[in-house]
């Protein structure tokens, strides 16, 4: 009898582990008094929710920040921390169990921001407010420690650190003897063991030169140095995007490039810098990476295969330019692993305008680079390509769409989409597509149906922990009971 308690006791706790581990979801109802809804995962930590209220006291609004465990139990919940109205999230980022949170405000308040820090740790927001020049733009942020870094352009690039203790604001000195200020352009920075690796690129005399330099988290320049990239001698070329991983002694840079006169991606390139030299640099066009072209029609891959082969017959080979959002590099037992994500601007057609719409993002590449900078194997996936009539709200400004696990044996991409989540498998050691799966969003209640309307949310989905994935998002529920909610739903995906 004592060994059948034993059993029936162990198969609960296994129960209630598989529980813990699948499916759950929580709701916010939209017309509650709290709205635009962040979410910031933690790993197997948790998350935070922050929203704010839809009343404001003296032009700002509560904040709310929500902690939850990994099973979605609320753990805690902060008030206190108050945010100018009028902004809403820009660009989150995570450290050491903190997530920062970059709040842009409305045209008037451009250069005004908002820097929202909740501490995982301690179960505590607070809220640090600034301003810059009003002819300056923030483009990203990074943090670490008590400082938070922005790249701003406008008509000089600089580099902007903020104290996240007092709120002030310093510009970085970046000083390139016999370049103007104004011909100085930052193209990326990336923070590296508390010092700030800055790419730039001079332009003087119709030459363009790049630079690196390292700054500490006070701005001070520490080192600046030339790096003399070429990918054929006599070929000019721009390089357009970079982010910068550091690997023992090296400095390990990746990103895109075009050729000369040309701004949009036409390639990808890798990059190796030790003691202030260039060990190699290799570009690869896109045309390169396996199935770039399978996004387009048949007539469309004909007609560049055709090119293609007219071009290499006299000699020459094809640049092809698509848009592309860069990935910092992944390492692993082989080298290093790359993902891009490409996206068109799409425009809706009215009798008198053209407006912006949004960013469509098409497709996505994962490239697995040696140690070398040789590719192993590369390969296509679709996102948004096939979707006709566009009947999806597209993000305004670039964001990220597909998260990326990686296990010994298979490298797993995920995207959400219109109420469902898309999961697709590569092969780890040759890249070639294993399994492509769609599953759907689950509901709260049993009744409960998702309207179809004629825009629809795209649903957020995220890698969390283990084989446990995130998803939320904006939705309309139809059934028993109507509603408006932003849900976050875990799910299991294996």
Known sequence: MKKILLFLSFLLTMALNAQSEGHKRIEFNLKDDFKNYNVCQFGDKGLVVLSESKKSKKGKRQLRSQFYDKDLNLVSEFTDARVPRGGKVFQSFIKDNVSYSLVRHHKFMKNFFSIIIADNNTHKTRVVNGEFSRKKAMISMKASGDKAVFRVAGKKHDIIIVDLKSGVVKEASLKIDGIRRNNLIVKSFDIVDNDIFVFLATYKNRNTNYYICKLDLEGHQQELYPVDMKIDAGVDFNILSTKIKKDGNKYIM?????????????????????????????????????????????????????????????????????????????????GYQFVGECYIDVYGMTKSENPFRGYLYTHGIVIQFDKKGNVLWSNTFPIYANKKGLTMTLPRHLIQIVDVKNEEDKVKLVFGGVHNVNLTTLNAQTGELENQQTKNIHTLNKGDELKR??????????????????????????????????????????
């Open 254 to 334: 990746s990103g895109n490039f075009s050729i000369k006169r040309v701004f949009t991606p036409q390639g990808v390139f890798i990059a190796e810098i030790e003691n202030k030299k260039l060990n190699y640099f290799k570009p690869y066009s896109f045309l390169d990476i396996n199935n770039f072209t399978s996004y387009m029609n048949k007539s469309q891959q004909k007609g560049i295969s055709r090119k293609q082969k007219r071009l290499e017959n006299k000699g020459k080979g094809l640049l092809m330019s698509h848009n592309m959002r860069n990935r910092p590099l992944q390492k692993n037992q082989v």
């Open 453 to 494: 309307r004629s825009v629809e949310e795209i649903v957020k989905s995220r890698h969390w922990y283990r084989d446990t994935y995130l998803n939320y998002g904006k939705q309309k529920i139809i059934g028993n009971e109507r509603r408006m909610v932003f849900f976050i739903e875990k799910q299991l995906i294996k």
